[in-house]
């Protein structure tokens, strides 16, 4: 799934940022400072979708999605919506990104500096930029390749990623991601790997003969990789790929 098909919903009326704040991961009072990432859970705390919020004029916020999850989340939204004062519509914008000079308007992609910024209008592509490359450095999971209805986020690094507030109020899924913070040590997640070779996305991991985890995405000698950290080594293998680890 490819992060450049986008679709950009808008979210608008007096209870907008309310009817947002109780569903997502992240805390909307951070749209004063430019853009939100956060996601959607189950109440299992399991993932549904991820996303940018994006403040937008008379209290409406746009929600940037991958194209593929947008029809399910304009249906889960409509949902909880009830009889809120609330309207979700689709809308035509495009969404334009690069790591040059930020043009005007544009907004500073949260998750990581090396990711650029994120313009929001008629038009969209980017600059060339070779985006897979930046992300796998970065460890910054996909939408549909490291992020699946599997995925806990804690262990696809939205802490690091500034996609969860722990300080917010109750969202769907709250409890058990709360409770991952604080009371567990992660035994497992995503970590960028060295790569030689190559091995299609899904690849287990081996590691002294024994499973240590799965490859997903791969650019530039690196890979990201969702490892179990007490069975992972730093040498490892995936399929026909070596795989190093440095923790």
Not at 14 to 39: C, I, M, P, S
Not at 60 to 80: E, M
Not at 132 to 148: D, I, S
């Amino acid at each position: 799934m490819s992060g450049t098909e986008r679709r950009v919903l808008r979210i608008s009326g007096d209870e907008a940022h309310d009817f947002l704040q109780g569903l997502v991961t992240n805390d909307l009072r951070k749209l004063d400072e430019g853009l939100v990432y956060a996601a959607m859970l189950t109440p299992q705390g399991k993932y549904l979708a991820d996303f940018f919020l994006v403040p937008e004029g008379d209290g409406a916020v746009l929600l940037d999605v991958a194209a593929p999850l947008a029809p399910d989340l304009v249906k889960r939204l409509s949902l909880y919506k009830l009889r809120a004062k609330v309207a979700i519509d689709e809308t035509d914008l495009k969404v334009r990104r690069g790591t040059g000079p930020a043009p005007e308007g544009a907004f500073a992609d949260p998750r990581h500096p090396s990711l650029g910024w994120r313009l929001y209008g008629a038009e969209g592509g980017d600059d060339g930029t070779d985006w897979e490359v930046l992300r796998v450095a970065a460890c910054v999971p996909e939408t549909g390749v490291e992020l699946t209805p599997d995925t806990f986020i804690l262990e696809a690094g939205f802490e690091r990623l500034n996609g969860v507030d722990f300080r917010k109020g109750c969202y769907g899924g709250q409890e058990v991601t709360a409770r991952m913070h604080h009371k567990t040590e992660l035994k497992k997640g995503l970590a960028t790997v060295e790569v030689e070779g190559a091995a299609p996305v899904g690849t287990p991991i081996e590691a002294g003969g024994k499973a240590a985890g799965t490859l997903y995405s791969q650019a530039g000698g690196r890979g990201i990789a969702y490892l179990r950290y007490d069975r992972a080594g730093e040498t490892m293998t995936a399929g026909d790929a070596r795989v190093r680890w440095h923790p």
